[in-house]
């Protein structure tokens, strides 16, 4: 399959349907899975930009939501599941190497299951520190990975973190000051995605399913 640019947008399209499928199915015996892919796929739609572009990589919300996630059902089943989520984003986009990849996904699943430690036993279940520290042991172990195994890609990770950094401070602030308690709520008593979400993210699936049909009828 010959393909145009950067990012995948049938691969988007495809992994963004198989999650949504996976969701309604699994809704049917197991509300906790179903979540799961729920919150993953706003995680894969709010990945686009960073496909498009390393510096645009801290707007996702999938930091946000998999802190949460991590809080709710522990850190090392979360981690685990988000480090294999990270392993495959290449197939999404040229822009992540196999080798970047792999070494974030080590470095998610290593932060994602210290996350419940710093929430309930450091910073008092305050989520905005949580995912402020979340996002330093990603870089940190970024950078020692990196050291150890491939540094001449030092220089060039040092250039990226000078704009995903500040980006990375900005958007925790803004999704915790904004979606913090609205959030929470999907969580207690009962888990419970909203179905407004579900039928915005039908729409931008509409939206990308179409553009994406356009686009292979004008290869």
Not at 50 to 59: Q, R, S, T
Not at 130 to 158: D, H, Q, R, S
Not at 207 to 213: K, M, R
Request: glycine letters at 6%.
């Amino acid at each position: 399959m010959k393909e145009r640019g950067i990012v995948s947008w049938d691969r988007i399209y495809y992994a963004s349907t198989g999650f949504l499928v996976l969701a309604v199915l699994t809704g049917f015996f197991n509300k906790t899975i179903s979540f799961i892919f729920w919150i993953l796929l706003i995680s894969l739609l709010t990945e686009i930009p960073g496909c498009v572009n390393h510096y645009l990589y801290e707007i996702n919300m999938g930091e946000f939501f998999g802190v949460l996630l991590a809080i709710h059902f522990g850190g090392i089943k979360i981690g685990l599941v988000c480090a294999i989520y990270v392993a495959l984003l290449p197939l999404l986009s040229r822009m992540w190497k196999p080798d970047e990849s792999i070494m974030a996904a080590f470095a998610t699943f290593i932060s994602f299951s210290l996350v419940p430690v710093f929430y309930f036993y450091v910073y008092n279940q305050n989520l905005l520190l949580t995912l402020f520290t979340y996002t330093a042991c990603m870089y940190v172990i970024m950078i020692i990975i990196t050291l150890l195994v491939a540094p001449g890609k030092l220089i060039e990770g040092f250039r990226i973190m000078l704009i995903a950094l500040p980006l990375a401070y900005l958007t925790n602030l803004m999704y915790v000051g904004i979606l913090e308690n609205w959030a929470m709520k999907m969580f207690k008593p009962t888990l419970s995605f909203p179905l407004y979400m579900k039928l915005i993210i039908f729409i931008i699936l509409l939206g990308i399913g179409v553009y994406t049909f356009v686009n292979q009828k004008g290869k």
